[in-house]
């Protein structure tokens, strides 16, 4: 299995909502990461888990709650988001985090997310 | 800080020609290169990988060549179909554990 594999694969949501989203790996990938991209932009890194643990928060708003029960699995947890949190979200997995990556990141095809 | 720029920023060119898309990074103090495609509304497929003690890596239709020295790296598209169309991004990933960078993105046309 060499993917990474997200849903849902799209996603609208209302500013009072609670919602996750999640992403899964089997590739024995240790470093999982959740960007976020706007419309003709590249992606934004927005959280970094090594071995499980959070390692890069890049000030992400406490309204993106993120999560990692095991190696395989990495949830985005939401709660009251505006409408301007609306984009695809990506999550992505790689072998390390550190200098050792040899084999690049693998990303997941995203889950689109409207907020209205 | 690492900075990676790619040029042009969109493309436009009849089916059957060979393309070169371009991206520089001003750190060549880089791990590994990495050139994604993306269709519209999707994920990144990873193309190519080209880690720093290489200068090019080719799959198909694609050679990626890469220059440290110069912090350049080229994306060339030979005999280029419909289905080529796509943004074309690349990414670079410091020595030091840094996360990816990625570059703006080239977005390809190719007209039947």
């Known amino acids: 299995d060499t993917e990474v594999t997200q849903t849902p694969k799209h996603l609208v949501m209302g500013m009072t909502n609670k919602k996750s989203l999640k992403c899964e790996q089997h590739?024995?990938?240790?470093?999982m990461y959740w960007y976020k991209q706007k419309a003709k932009k590249p992606p934004e890194l927005m959280f970094v888990?090594?071995?499980?643990?959070?390692?890069i928060n890049e000030s992400v708003p406490s309204r993106f709650s993120p999560e990692c029960p095991n190696s395989s699995l990495l949830n985005l947890h939401l709660h009251a988001l505006q409408p301007e949190d609306s984009a695809l979200y990506l999550c992505?997995?790689?072998?390390?985090?550190?200098?050792?990556?040899?084999?690049?990141?693998?990303f997941g095809s995203g889950t689109r997310l409207t907020v209205v | 800080k690492q900075e990676v720029t790619q040029i042009p920023a969109a493309l436009s060119v009849p089916e059957g020609e060979n393309l070169v898309l371009n991206c520089s990074f001003t750190?060549?103090?880089?791990?590994?290169l990495q050139w994604f495609r993306q269709d519209p509304g999707k994920g990144l497929t990873s193309l190519l990988l080209?880690?720093?003690?290489?200068r090019e890596q080719t799959s198909g239709r694609l050679n990626a060549s890469l220059d440290k020295s110069s912090g350049r790296s080229t994306l060339y598209i030979a005999a280029s179909q419909p289905g080529d169309s796509a943004t074309y991004l690349c990414?670079?990933?410091?020595?030091?554990?840094?996360?990816?960078?990625f570059g703006p993105g080239t977005r390809l046309s190719v007209l039947p």
């Open positions: 992505a997995s790689s072998q390390f985090r550190d200098r050792s990556v040899n084999y690049g990141y693998t």
């Open positions: 590739m024995g990938h240790r470093a």
């Open positions: 888990y090594s071995y499980e643990k959070l390692s």
């Open positions: 750190d060549s103090a880089i791990y590994n």
């Open positions: 080209i880690q720093s003690s290489q």
């Open positions: 990414a670079v990933i410091g020595n030091y554990g840094q996360n990816f960078v």
